[in-house]
Every structure is written in C-alpha cells, then in structure tokens.
C-alpha cells in the first residue's frame, strides 16, 4: 500500500489489528532508545530490485525488527529512483504476503497523502532506502526535511535499511555515479566513515572510492560487493551477511598516506544457497552505462574485474 493511497476500510482494520497485535502504544515512538537498538543495515547491492528470484537479504530485513514486533510495518522509499512504479511493484511482490505490513512513500505525490509525513515516517518499524542517485535522493530529502526525520526516527528505534544510494547516505560519504563517471559525494554522516557498493558489479567505483581515502577526502570505511549487508547497533558494525557465496567486503583506512586493506567475511545467509543471479535489466544497464561513460574494459578494475573477491 502506498502512503499516498486512500486504503478501504476493511484494510485500516485489518492493519489496526496488527498494530494492536505489536503491543506497541504510539508515545512509546517519542522516547530515544539506548544505543544497541539503533539498526541500520546498508547493503552493497541485492534485495528486491536486483535480485527478484533470491529473497534472503529482504527476509534478513524483517528480521531485524525489534524483537516485541511480530508484523512489523516496513515502509519503501524509491526517491533515489524518482519513485518508479516498477521499483514499488517489485517491493509490493516481495513484501506482500509476508509477515509485515508494506507501504512505500512517494514525495513526488505527497498532495495526495492522508497523513503528515512526519506521522508516516515515525510509525514504522522499518524503513527501507531505494538504489538509485545518491545526489538526488539527498537533494530531495532536504527539500522536504526528510533527513533530519529519518535520524529522529533512527534514533527512536526504527530500523534503517537500503542498498546502493541507499546505504551509502547514512555515511560520512560515500561514490555516487549521479552525474557520470564515480565522484565522493558527502552523505547524512548519521554513521563514521565512507561506504562504496556494488564492488563486484559495478567496479570503477573502487579506485575512485580507494584515491578519495587516500587523500583524505574521505575517510576509511568499507567497500561492498552485491549481496553483502553490513549490519550496524549504534555505531558500530556488529555482523556482516551475504546472500551468495563468494561476495565479500574491505575494510580501508589510510595510515601515513598509505592504504590498509582488510578483506571481511560474510556469514552467508540461507545455508549456503547457490551463485544467484543479477537481474538481467540491472545487467544491460550497468553495460550501457560503461560504455557511455568508455569505461568498459579499461584498467584493471574495468570489466571482467573481481570487485573485492581476490586478494
């Protein structure tokens, strides 16, 4: 359901029902909770929108609900896409019929919305960050004081997700492709450090990603490939899972001018599954990209290089 829809009535029963079920009362929204309940989970790539036919990383999502929750209300913010129909559907198919009460928001529609936008954010459980322009979806986000109410909400217990643009706005800073070729862009800095996905599928991001610690315009952080969620309580990273083998993550300081690499290990969600595909649309798409921006095949993390799979 979207936050711009006008539900039926048998609908606001049925999700009354499951907020009752929860057992949560609204003003306890209004307390700050201790740091080891503040989640945010920022994902490389993966999820519903590149991996239709692998559900792990989405499930992994719902599971990090707080643990009183039993249908948790997850809403979708595609605004880093410009709020495609196609993304939202891909989130209704994968979320509806699934222990949670779904719902995305559109800020591109918001006159057609029932609620205030503070009341739509900070009842949720969950909240789940699109891919897509990193530039923009900030842009956006500031024009209508998103930003300052999604760390409100953090800092209320509601958990953050999101992939690619998604997760690397709650960083220091992070790689953005908004405006062609790979450039440190500053994220909301609610988590220390920067963050660069899609290591694997889409690798001119790491040198630029990896020059820009170097020389101080970011600082350390992580480098994720597709499948891989970094899992933080508070500030700090607690657990690492991936939703296919193989996939892995760095961790990246600079010291003295000189870069110090560790490579991170996954727990692999579903008991080692087989190699999952990305989506074939996903796959054009990054191919028509290199090619506009002549990319494809050049230098040693171009096509054909192994994101952050080697030594």
Same mark, same amino acid.
């Given at each position: ?212 610690? %170097?020389? !101080?315009? #970011?600082?350390? @952080?992580?480098?994720?490939?597709? &499948?891989? +969620? =970094? ?60 090619? %506009?921006? !002549?990319? #494809?095949?050049? @230098?040693?993390?171009?096509?054909? &290089?192994? +994101? =952050?799979?080697?030594?």
């Amino acid at each position: 359901m979207s936050a711009a829809a006008d539900p039926d009535a048998s609908e606001d029963d049925e999700h009354a029902n499951e907020r009752d079920t929860n057992g949560r009362e609204d003003d306890q929204r209004l307390a700050a909770v201790e740091d080891d309940q503040r989640v945010i989970f920022a994902m490389g790539g993966g999820g519903f929108t590149m991996e239709p036919s692998n559900p792990l990383l989405d499930d992994f999502v719902l599971s990090l609900a707080p643990a009183d929750i039993t249908v948790p209300r997850i809403l979708f913010l595609p605004t880093a896409s410009g709020d495609p129909n196609a993304q939202i559907n891909a989130f209704q198919a994968r979320f509806v019929g699934r222990p949670c009460v779904p719902e995305h928001l559109s800020l591109f529609h918001l006159r057609d919305m029932q609620r205030s936008l503070e009341e739509t954010v900070l009842e949720q459980d969950i909240i789940y960050v699109g891919g897509g322009s990193m530039r923009n979806l900030l842009a956006i986000w500031q024009a209508h004081g998103l930003g300052e109410l999604l760390i409100r909400a953090w800092r209320q217990g509601v958990v953050l997700a999101g992939l690619s643009a998604g997760a690397m706005c709650w960083f220091e800073g992070g790689i953005t492709c908004s405006s062609g070729p790979p450039e440190p862009f500053a994220g909301l800095g609610l988590l220390e450090g920067s963050l660069t996905v899609h290591a694997d599928g889409e690798p001119e991001r790491l040198p630029v990603w990896l020059a820009a610690v %170097r020389s !101080g315009t #970011l600082p350390g @952080g992580w480098a994720v490939d597709d &499948g891989v +969620g =970094l899992v933080f309580r508070g500030k700090r990273l607690q657990r690492i899972v991936s939703s296919r083998p193989g996939a892995g993550a760095q961790r990246v300081d600079a010291i003295a001018g000189e870069l110090v690499r560790k490579r991170l290990e996954p727990e692999l969600l579903g008991g080692g599954a087989g190699p999952v595909a990305i989506d074939e649309d996903v796959q054009e798409l990054r191919q028509v990209q290199r090619l %506009r921006h !002549g990319m #494809l095949g050049t @230098g040693p993390f171009g096509a054909g &290089g192994h +994101g =952050l799979r080697g030594p």
